[in-house]
């Protein structure tokens, strides 16, 4: 007997310090973020940073009154984007953990579109019913849940039938040089010679934010290192996506190649 209630005590204080340690561990990745959300702006002048947004926009091809989960949604880079190109008539429930990148998100986005910015921690259970959003964006994100193939498995359950999720994610092999080397590739070919002058002052103001960006990417590599964190190869995402009830999944690369990219239909009902 003694002995029995020994047990469910060591047994009890197991499960106690396990909480304990998915508290510290949301904490942690709270507080990472919080940091990250201060210079996270920065990003978004990057050409392929905005080519990922505009592949992830293509692939969602979205059509007026649409509903949209973003699901990380960050500092709202996606949600400026989309009112950039002119789609406002999109309903958007925007996710995320971190409050800072949510109050960027409202300051910047809230008077362009119809966006709800909620925090949720995408590793617990959403309020929203099954069914209920014709698209889905989750940019960037899914290397950071503990359990991805949950979190896709809650993505197919949230779209309504025939509707599309929109994945992206760094690649194992990601490297930030290859990155600013395509941008200023891109940004010599793209853009006059008078334009390329004003926009450089833009980028010479955004120097030390994108420094300290670069700075905590090697914080995130540590993360993957340690296992907290995880990228996948690209044969991975596609058995990732294979075992949910797709009925078309197509992955390629983004971002100057520095990412996965993959897109997939829910099956209809057969009538
Ligand atoms: C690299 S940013 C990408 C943001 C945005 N999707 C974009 O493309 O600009 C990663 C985002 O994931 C969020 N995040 C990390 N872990 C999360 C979690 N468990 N639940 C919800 N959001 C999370 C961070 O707060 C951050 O805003």
Redesign the pocket.
């Given at each position: 007997m003694g002995e029995d209630f020994g047990l469910e005590k060591r047994a009890a204080g197991r499960s106690l310090s396990a909480f304990q340690d998915e508290d510290h561990s949301?904490a942690r990745?709270?507080l990472f973020?919080n940091i990250?959300?201060r210079c996270?702006d920065s990003?978004y002048h990057l050409i392929p940073y905005r080519q990922?947004?505009w592949d992830c926009l293509e692939a969602l091809d979205l059509k007026p009154g649409m509903k949209l989960l973003?699901?990380?949604?960050?500092?709202g880079?996606?949600e400026l984007f989309m009112a950039e190109k002119g789609i406002t008539d999109v309903v958007i429930e925007a996710?995320?953990?971190?409050r800072v990148?949510l109050a960027k998100a409202k300051n910047k986005c809230e008077n362009l579109l119809t966006v709800n910015f909620t925090k949720?921690?995408?590793?617990k259970a959403f309020n929203f019913k099954s069914n209920s959003f014709d698209r889905i964006v989750?940019?960037?994100?899914l290397y950071?849940?503990?359990n991805p193939e949950t979190l896709l498995q809650t993505f197919h359950d949230l779209l309504k039938p025939g509707g599309r999720m929109v994945v992206s994610d760094p690649l194992p092999s990601f490297k930030k040089a290859i990155l600013f080397k395509d941008h200023l590739k891109r940004f010599k070919n793209i853009h006059s010679l008078n334009d390329r002058l004003s926009k450089a002052g833009k980028t010479i103001i955004m120097a030390p934010a994108l420094t300290t960006v670069s700075v905590l990417n090697v914080v995130i590599d540590y993360k993957v290192k340690k296992k907290e964190y995880k990228h996948f190869h690209e044969n991975e995402v596609n058995n990732l996506f294979g075992n949910l009830n797709y009925q078309e999944v197509e992955t390629g690369k983004s971002c100057a190649d520095q990412n996965w990219l993959a897109r997939g239909v829910k099956k209809r009902r057969i009538q």
């Open positions: 949301s990745n709270d973020w990250y959300a996270y990003i990922l947004l973003d699901a990380g949604c960050g500092s880079n996606f996710v995320d953990l971190s990148m949720h921690d995408l590793n989750c940019n960037n994100v950071t849940v503990s």
